[in-house]
């Protein structure tokens, strides 16, 4: 090995990726993609960096102490994007002419100054998409098809997806008749997730015993279709209705995909309230305790770069995607074709035979030197070659090992096509 | 195997929770007698239990390498890990509090007012900065790992930030209680994504043990 830990490493929380798993995550990569694609999404690529202000609008407040910042030579505040969504609402909004829909996807690096978490270090990539115009559910049921057929498509096996409605229990607490302070501190607490404090907050204020019960039984509604018909004896006022509305009619449209069975519905997902506007979900799968992905409505986000067009999307991230399909055994390695050719006598006709082979699409490397199969050995053990090709003798003559089935063949060039299947 | 993975701190909390484990119907025989084992299955109860320090337990829960957990507010408070906080188990009561000399009570304040800084000491760090923040006192924090009380009296620092349950370790040291900072108890604990993928297993489990605490009461 050539370690030297003489150099400095790099800094905490970032690392390298080396081939095999960036192989593997550009494979994963290639299957979303072709997803996403399938559905009319189309990729966009924003800066690494941004205006602090920018990435730190209103819905981006909750990342600002997470964000790397820094001073250009103009004094000008800026800071590594944090996430893709605020930076896509900004391109969009100032330069996408209000066209009926966008369909946006990204694969990319965010940045994020937080203690490390499994698959997610200061640096980390998620991959995603965006869904801008259109406020029906069958937008919503676009987002979460696409979603749904990501998931299936990369080929995980054992995973979960919860789908909530935040307006249901904004809904039900403003008709309470509470005050919107504590409205917040409520939200407050559920997003930190903390039903300890709930209860004493509720507790210590002036709600009937009745709603106390419904807060605490509402956040832990949760199944398939029927929890929704459940939903609807804890509260009539319109703005529930309209979320529990909203998330049938998303059933129906899943249904058409045949993708309804994948879905669990959970009033319990609770995320920040100023930035999502609806429906909202996530993704689980087991022995990871992170979050896979998660997405949801936030029609907010684009006006405050003066744009009114509602917006849907999700992001996964790519490294927990990657270890999960691992642990789950559904990482197929890809069929291996590639050569190695050699020869002992005259590295030209080595690198002649292996532009030949090049011509017909396979992929070659060539031994730089003069060199044995022996000498190869241990360029031959890392796995990376199907055949290993002696050209002493080319074009005329080939020597071809086949390192997996362990037999020699000879063929000229001019034929070995044939032979390497 | 797909068993309910509780992580248990093994500290002051420790024989409480087994006591009440047991109450609630589950075979703890084999967490009393071994205790040097750090994981231990009990097939009966399909439970996995990992025996950790108390301030590890916050670590595990948020990893998912322990779907529940069972461990002191304290420690929730200190350790700033996202878990999901189920359930107030009642027990383990005490309380952080700042304390300063009983003698030297009003020269705190005056030595704040003419150097502008406190010097605090505390295990507790990060409740420390947090409670002084947001009453917007400027402090030395001075990390101690134990017998934090004797800080004041050998004049290491002006106040100190403990757990207290009785007051008695206190009033041995001639210190007295500036102010409650906050209550703490025995929490359950879970992760966010074991609280989802297996929520039928540990809500059962939250049931049990919320029917208990109301016969408690």
């Known amino acids: 090995m050539g370690a030297n830990n003489s150099y400095p490493s790099v800094p905490r929380g970032l690392r390298d990726i080396m081939p095999i798993e960036a192989e593997e995550r550009r494979q994963i990569e290639k299957k979303l993609r072709r997803v996403f694609e399938s559905w009319g999404y189309r990729e966009i690529i924003t800066p690494t960096f941004e205006l602090f202000e920018n990435l730190a609008s209103e819905a981006g407040k909750m990342m600002e102490d997470e964000m790397f910042k820094f001073f250009d030579r103009d004094g000008v505040l800026l800071a590594l994007r944090p996430e893709m969504t605020t930076p896509i609402a900004r391109a969009v909004s100032q330069r996408i002419e209000n066209s009926c829909f966008s369909r946006l996807y990204y694969s990319a690096s965010v940045f994020r100054e937080e203690p490390p978490q499994r698959g997610q270090q200061r640096e980390f990539q998620q991959i995603g998409l965006e869904l801008i115009g259109g406020r029906s559910p069958a937008a919503d049921a676009e987002v979460l098809a696409v979603l749904l057929e990501s998931l299936q498509a990369v080929g995980l096996k054992d995973f979960q997806v919860g789908v909530g409605q935040i ?8 008709t309470t008749g509470i005050s919107s302070e504590l409205i917040k501190e409520i939200q407050l607490l559920l997003v930190k997730k903390d039903l300890v404090g709930l209860e004493r907050t509720i507790e210590d204020n002036s709600l009937s015993p009745e709603d106390k019960s419904k807060i605490l039984e509402i956040i832990s509604l949760r199944g398939r279709k029927d929890i929704l018909e459940e939903a609807k004896k804890y509260t009539t006022n319109a703005k529930s209705c309209e979320a529990l509305k909203n998330l049938s009619d998303l059933y129906e449209f899943l249904k058409l ?39 949801g409505r936030y029609d907010l986000l684009l006006s405050e770069f003066g744009d009114n067009r509602p917006a849907c999307g999700f992001a996964l991230g790519l490294e927990r995607l990657h270890i999960c399909l691992n642990e789950q055994g559904a990482l197929k390695k890809e069929n291996c074709k590639k050569i190695l050719v050699y020869s002992d006598v005259d590295i030209k006709k080595a ?25 190869c050995g241990s360029l031959v053990k890392e796995g990376r070659f199907k055949w290993v090709i002696n050209a002493d003798e080319a074009p005329e003559q080939i020597e071809i090992f086949d390192i997996e089935k362990n037999l020699k063949k000879i063929s000229s060039l001019s034929v070995i096509e044939g032979e390497l299947i | ?23 609630v119907g589950m075979d703890v025989s084999e967490l ?57 188990l009642n027990y383990g009561k005490c309380c952080f509090v700042l304390a300063a000399l009983r003698k030297e009570k009003n020269k705190v304040e005056e030595s ?15 409740v420390a900065e947090d409670y002084f923040t ?14 934090v009380e004797l800080a004041p009296v050998v004049g290491l620092a002006e106040e100190i930030i403990d757990l207290s349950s009785t007051g008695k370790t206190l009033a041995d040291n001639n210190l007295v209680v500036l102010d409650e900072i906050a209550r703490c108890s ?29 016969e408690l009461r």
């Open chain 2, 134 to 147: 947001e009453k917007g006192i400027q402090t030395e924090i001075i990390k101690l790992h134990g017998s």
């Open chain 1, 257 to 295: 995909f045949d993708l309804e069975k994948f879905v669990i519905f959970d009033f319990g997902i609770i995320q920040n309230f100023d930035y999502y506007t609806g429906v909202i979900f996530e993704v689980y799968a087991p022995n990871m305790g992170f979050l896979l992905g998660s997405g």
């Open chain 2, 112 to 126: 704040y007012r003419y150097l502008g800084q406190i010097r605090v000491a505390t295990k507790y760090t990060n």
């Open chain 1, 351 to 375: 690198l002649m035979t292996a532009k030949t082979l090049r011509d017909m699409d396979f992929c070659v490397e060539t031994v730089l030197e003069p060199s044995t199969l022996d000498a």
């Open chain 2, 1 to 23: 195997m797909n068993y309910l993975k509780i992580a248990l701190a093994k500290g002051a909390l420790f024989e409480e929770t087994l006591g009440l484990l047991d109450e």
């Open chain 2, 186 to 214: 025995a929490r359950l604990i879970a992760n966010h994504v074991s609280y989802k993928i297996k929520f039928k297993e540990i809500n059962g489990f939250l049931d049990k043990l919320k029917r208990t605490k109301r």
């Open chain 1, 167 to 174: 307006d249901f229990l904004q809904g039900f607490l403003e």
């Open chain 2, 32 to 88: 009393k007698i071994d205790s040097r084992k750090l994981r231990l299955v009990v097939d009966k109860d399909k439970i996995e239990y990992i025996l950790a320090r108390p301030f590890d337990v916050p670590t595990f829960i948020e990893y998912g390498a322990a779907d529940l957990g069972i461990v002191g507010k304290d420690v929730l408070m200190e350790t700033k890990k996202k878990v999901f906080e189920l359930l107030d």
